[in-house]
């Protein structure tokens, strides 16, 4: 594969954020309603699309956690099956809320998005840093599930990446978070080669971000590795938006997509290829 500039998403690419962003899905649910989804329902909201920002999928899980209690007849599968047909994202879950047999004005009038971000950041963040960022004090004080991210990338491969290629990074962290997550494994990209959550409005699959990282690393064949479906599609949806450049999707089996299952989901995508870790890159790259 013959690239000159690499871009990478950071979570379950290059830390893994089961124990933290995942989990403070299922937790804050929880916390807020006293019933919750389990870590398989996360990925099939992640593969219906549209939730590269976790505060919108807690969103829509609380949503469905909602109308299971206003007595909808379906499971969580059929559920954000519901929500890739209507197009996938926050507002197909509201829709598929709305279009089932249900009083959904009882679930809107107890959904609480603004209560539900301030418990996931409380959990995620932890309070010292929940004060820092968020500039107020947090619902309750814990350690924060952002110390619990282990680093998934060698610092051989960021040396092989970085000597080789133009980095950027596409993530749908906050500006902050991913700062923190980029110091921690020790890879140094500019303001300008990484797009984050602050950074643009659309979120993945739309490939503005992509194409302008391409147009900055001044690249022509750009692959980008990410951990969800639209980490491929944002991928195939810049190569026809762009096509006088080319666009590699990569599928990364260190995040919610995992072995051979993983792999037959990626390629169903599209995936130019899928790598077991981010550590396989240079090899596949070189």
Avoid at 94 to 110: G, K, S, W
Wanted: no cysteine; proline share 4%; aromatic share 8%.
């Amino acid at each position: 594969m013959d690239v000159d500039a690499v871009v990478l998403d950071i979570d379950g690419v290059l830390v893994d954020v089961s124990d933290s962003y995942r989990r403070a899905i299922v937790e804050s649910v929880d916390r807020v309603y006293g019933r919750t989804i389990d870590d398989a329902a996360i990925q099939g909201f992640k593969n219906a699309g549209g939730f590269n920002n976790d505060w919108e999928l807690t969103y829509a899980a609380a949503l469905f956690v909602l109308a299971r209690e206003a007595g909808l007849d379906a499971d969580v599968t059929a559920f954000t099956d519901a929500v890739a047909e209507a197009g996938g994202g926050l507002d197909a879950a509201e829709a598929a809320v709305r279009d089932a047999a249900i009083d959904d004005r009882a679930v809107f009038e107890r959904w609480d998005p603004d209560r539900l971000r301030d418990v996931f950041q409380a959990l995620y963040l932890g309070a010292d840093l929940y004060r820092d960022l968020e500039g107020s004090n947090p619902p309750f004080e814990t350690q924060g599930y952002i110390h619990d991210e282990p680093v998934l990338i060698e610092p051989a491969t960021i040396d092989d990446l970085t000597d080789q290629f133009a980095v950027g990074v596409l993530t749908g962290r906050p500006a902050a978070e991913a700062t923190i997550a980029l110091d921690r494994v020790g890879l140094s990209v500019p303001d300008a080669h990484r797009f984050t959550m602050d950074d643009w409005a659309e979120g993945k699959p739309h490939p503005r971000a992509l194409v302008t990282l391409a147009d900055r690393l001044d690249a022509a064949r750009v692959a980008f590795a990410g951990d969800t479906l639209d980490d491929v599609r944002t991928a195939v949806n810049a190569a026809e938006s762009d096509p006088d450049r080319t666009y590699y999707g990569i599928g990364v089996l260190t995040g919610g997509l995992t072995g051979e299952d993983g792999r037959r989901v990626y390629e169903g995508a599209d995936a130019d290829a899928v790598v077991e870790t981010v550590n396989d890159l240079p090899g596949l790259l070189s």
